[in-house]
């Protein structure tokens, strides 16, 4: 039963489409026409084991907060500490990471993050009501108690979701044992493929990259103790990830230079890594920048589709990252410059046949000024969607207008969700569908596409766009 005072929770079907009437009408034709399309999800960071071994989620807070940074991050800027979040703790209580959330449900009002955890909460859960310090045990034991339930155990939720297809993120050295338990199981009929995230052995600087080097060495079974062995291992596991249905690399990087070394200069900065010397800031840029520009030629070897997503200073906060790890909310977006940064790899690649590079980006200054004018050239540039700080419905729409007077709709990739919480998959693709659709809404509005063709557009950047870009 509501408790006193609560407000409810209840989603709007119109929700994020316009407020004038006659574009609305159009707007809500356009997403009926998408709605039930299956989810494409080439970007994200789920783990597969989840999938893999399909148990119960064990209680709200591991499903809906720990997991996902959007919401830790939020909860930590109010001065919630991340230990009591359980991130990075195995002993937090659940039911208090709950409260916590529910607690402080004010803060997350006019965030995209609001959005997915009332479609999670309203959809999945039957919850009609906001959570509050009030009503937070009651919600947590009703969905403890549906959580126990078969359909919403994580393949349940595959299939309901209507996805086609999830990519993972996964390191070098991953043996890729849940992907391969997947695609040997009778019993599974969804797929799930895996992304090479190579950051971990070719940024110099890291602290852990001695250890991670001598992991590739012994995943792929060469000797990484000089550069050529370091480039064969690559090789060697791009073809292991292909063969477990891999079909993109993906790179996180502060700065998009990709100007290639002489190789004996970057032997000379690897040999340094490899022994666990330090390098100079100057030579990790330098190194990175080669490494992207060596990355794309190896795609252009293999098929294997490039992402590419710098300006971000990872770990911004130093005492968090060292109690916590990475990936704990604290990645914060710095001005990149592209034009200059891309063009010894654009020259190089940018119109070899099968070559595919997906750019993103968080400077939204850049996204007319410059991604779309490449992506709206280069036959392998394809400009990717916003994603983590700009996937806000008002950063969505800027992006959309920004980029598609230079690049048009096709020279992008369609929707890309990037999440770490398994159950927001199919509310963010929502959001995008909705958004979407309001854009085309409005050039149908203007007299300058038909509904017809809008209608078209939208069904080719919610399903189209991503399975072709992506090549799943």
Known sequence: MPQPNALPLAPHPDRLLPSEPSRRAVARRLLAHVADLPLVSPHGH??????????????????????DHYVTRMLYSAGVPLDRLGVRNPDADPREIWRLLCAHWHLFRGTPSRLWLESELHDLF????????????????????????????????????????????????????????????????GRVAPTFRPDGVTDPERPDIAANLRLLAEASGIDTADYAGYLAALRDRRRHF????????????????????????????????????????????????HMLFESARMSVEDGLVMQLHPGVRRNHHRAVFEEFGPDTGCDIPVATEYTRALQPLLNAFGREPGFTFVVFTVDETSFSREIAPLAGHYPAMKVGAPWWFLDAPEA???????????????NTAGFVDDTRAFCSIAARHDVARRLDCAYLSGLVAEHRLSEEEAAQTAADLA??????VFRV
């Open 396 to 410: 969505i729409l800027r992006w959309r207008a920004a980029v598609t007077e230079t690049a048009g709709f096709y």
């Open 46 to 67: 789920i783990d597969a084991g989840i999938l893999a071994r399909d148990e119960a989620f064990p209680d709200p807070a591991a499903l809906l907060v720990t997991p």
């Open 242 to 289: 292909l063969a477990h249905g891999a079909s993109c690399t993906d790179h996180g990087v502060e700065a998009a230079g990709t100007a290639p070394l002489e190789a004996s200069a970057a032997a000379e900065i690897y040999g340094k890594a490899y022994r666990g010397e330090p390098v100079t800031a100057a030579e990790g840029e330098a190194f990175r920048a």
């Open 126 to 189: 039957g919850v009609r009501e906001q959570p509050s310090a009030g009503n937070a045990d009651a919600l947590y034991d009703r969905i403890t108690a549906a959580l126990a339930e078969p359909e919403l155990r994580p393949r349940a939720l595959y299939h309901r979701f209507n996805l086609e297809v999830l990519a993972t993120t996964d390191n070098p050295w991953d043996d890729l044992a849940d992907h391969r338990a997947l695609a040997d199981d009778p019993s599974w009929k």
């Open 463 to 468: 399903h189209t766009l991503p399975k072709q």
